[in-house]
Antibody, heavy 119, light 107 residues
Framework: QVQLQESGPGLVKPSQTLSLTCTVS??????????WSWIRQPAGKGLEWIGR???????NYNPSLKSRVTISVDTSKNQFSLKLSSVTAADTAVYYC???????????WGQGTLVTVSS | DIQMTQSPSSLSASVGDRVTITCQAS??????LNWYQQKLGKAPKLLIY???NLETGVPSRFSGSGSGTDFTFTISGLQPEDFATYYC?????????FGGGTKVEIK
């Protein structure tokens, strides 16, 4: 059973960089026809896709965040990471890491981690 | 971006009711449409993929249909554990986008 776990600071100051890591267990981050994504959800609101990374390292980002987002992968640690720069209060949200199977959908999600942007 | 419009945004229903949620895409997405269930404080859970395919382990009272721009999600015989928020999501084109959600509440 694949499991994903987010980790990182729960509080980030405005203008700083939000950094989160997702650790994948129960399966290899490099195997299969899937990719890895970050998705966020502000309190009481809907879901926003942030971006994706393939095991080989190629990425795609949501144009709304593209200038501030970097997603990277460390296959040796079975982890992938998110960096979001120049954060504001609008970036306060629960951040999820997830596995996306081609055209099938998002089949595995982390439990989510709340990141609050505040001084 | 492809906009996904879900309706209604909320509904009240009783155990045993048939519940229908619709999702409209701003352009043709073929059948690249998925449905998720999210309970309070939890991550979403994939229920339906490819518009009408039931994810493994998901009860058969959940179903989906549609193609192109118009899609429907149905719960046939609402159970107490089904009270949650449901989201549609397209994976035809990047960025992946979600509908605004439908909160299913107890009447």
């Amino acid at each position: 059973q694949v499991q994903l776990q987010e980790s990182g600071p729960g509080l980030v100051k405005p203008s700083q960089t939000l950094s989160l890591t997702c650790t994948v267990s129960g399966g290899s981050i490099s195997g299969g026809s899937y990719y890895w994504s970050w998705i966020r959800q502000p309190a009481g609101k809907g879901l926003e896709w942030i971006g994706r990374i393939f095991p080989g390292g190629s990425t795609n980002y949501n144009p709304s965040l593209k200038s501030r987002v970097t997603i990277s992968v460390d296959t040796s640690k079975n982890q992938f990471s998110l960096k979001l720069s120049s954060v504001t209060a609008a970036d306060t949200a629960v951040y999820y890491c997830a596995r996306v199977v081609g055209t099938t959908g998002i089949d595995y999600w982390g439990q989510g981690t709340l990141v609050t942007v505040s001084s | 971006d492809i906009q996904m419009t879900q309706s209604p945004s909320s509904l009240s229903a009783s155990v045993g009711d048939r519940v229908t949620i619709t999702c409209q895409a701003s352009q043709d997405i073929s059948n690249y449409l998925n449905w998720y269930q999210q309970k309070l404080g939890k991550a979403p859970k994939l229920l339906i993929y490819g518009a009408s395919n039931l994810e493994t382990g998901v009860p058969s009272r959940f179903s989906g249909s549609g193609s192109g721009t118009d899609f429907t999600f149905t719960i046939s015989g609402l159970q107490p554990e089904d009270f949650a928020t449901y989201y549609c999501q397209q994976n035809d084109k990047l960025p992946l986008t979600f509908g605004g959600g439908t909160k299913v509440e107890i009447k």
